[in-house]
């Protein structure tokens, strides 16, 4: 028998709280009254057992991604594993790098194909997925880092941009990082794109061997880990300023590639209080707006 998810409004009684296990959904729909009631009504049916699918196939989805063939059964699951195909030749890579994402891409799905919104989004833990129609737009904040307040930029996303997907990956994050950038936020066409490409451009926000960087076996934390013995960031010391742009450049050049290749539409990389951005995107300090210089520049921001 199904788990029945918890499911209540926030207090503003707009926004719908879909809540089960480690999956905590933030959703709002804009449109008439009826057609938001229908889309909140099929996102509480979709969000029922998804979380039972997923478990039914934890193992498998724990295993290194075969890029030429998926054994995975749920739709959710095969979602995650096609995000995370494009990388798995390269390194090592779970279809779990992708999990928050393609949660949050099935349930604006089932919204969309049941209502005739203006406006949608679900946020699952900072991943989201994105319905904008016309002039409507959505804000991405960028903190310092995601795991405690600290000064803020934006970008915007429009209706007429391709992004329909945000991800935020890093040390601070709930996932485990091999890299140590404080944050990499990644916009996407879907939001299950941009989970797994986040994780690729926080992974290559790294100095190997700096004595100033704490690792352990991510088995060690948690012994189920899909990452196993590999070895995560648990603490980054103070870095100068010339080992700070060393090892965002390294992100950079990993989200150049992705951005060349069509599998993101930009990136902001964070790390002891600078900031890149990789992209079209203007993101907007403080209320000013600073424009990159050209399609696929880099803009240093001090935080």
Known sequence: MRRAPQVSFLAD????????????????????????????SAAARRFTGLLDKLCDELPLLRQRANPAHCALRGKVARRMHDAVR???????????????GSVAEEILSAITDNSRLARAYVNNGGDIALH??????????????????????TMTIRAD??????????????SFSLGIADAVTVLAQTAAQADAAATIVANAVDLPGHPAIVRCPACDLQP????????????????????????LQGGVASAR???????????????????????????????????????????????
């Open 224 to 247: 189920d880990s899909d990452l196993g013995a590999l070895l995560v960031t648990r603490d980054v010391g103070e870095l100068s300023g010339r080992e700070i742009d060393e090892a």
């Open 132 to 153: 904008l129609t016309g002039a409507e737009q959505f804000t991405v904040g960028l903190a310092e880092r995601p795991d405690a307040p600290g000064l803020l930029q």
């Open 13 to 40: 009684g707009r926004r719908l709280h879909l809540q089960d296990g480690p999956i905590d959904l933030i959703i709002e729909a804009s449109g008439n009254e009826a057609d938001v009631r229908r889309a909140y």
């Open 257 to 303: 590639k992705l951005l060349a290749a069509g599998l993101i539409e930009g990136a902001a990389l964070r790390l002891q209080g600078e900031m890149i951005v990789v992209g079209p995107k203007k993101i907007e300090p403080f209320g000013f707006r600073a424009p990159l210089r050209g399609p696929a520049a880099e803009g240093a921001i001090h935080a």
């Open 86 to 100: 494009p990388f798995a030749a390269d390194c090592f890579i779970t279809p779990m790098a992708a999990v928050a």
């Open 161 to 174: 941009d391709r992004t329909r997907g945000v991800a935020t990956s890093g040390r601070h994050g709930r």
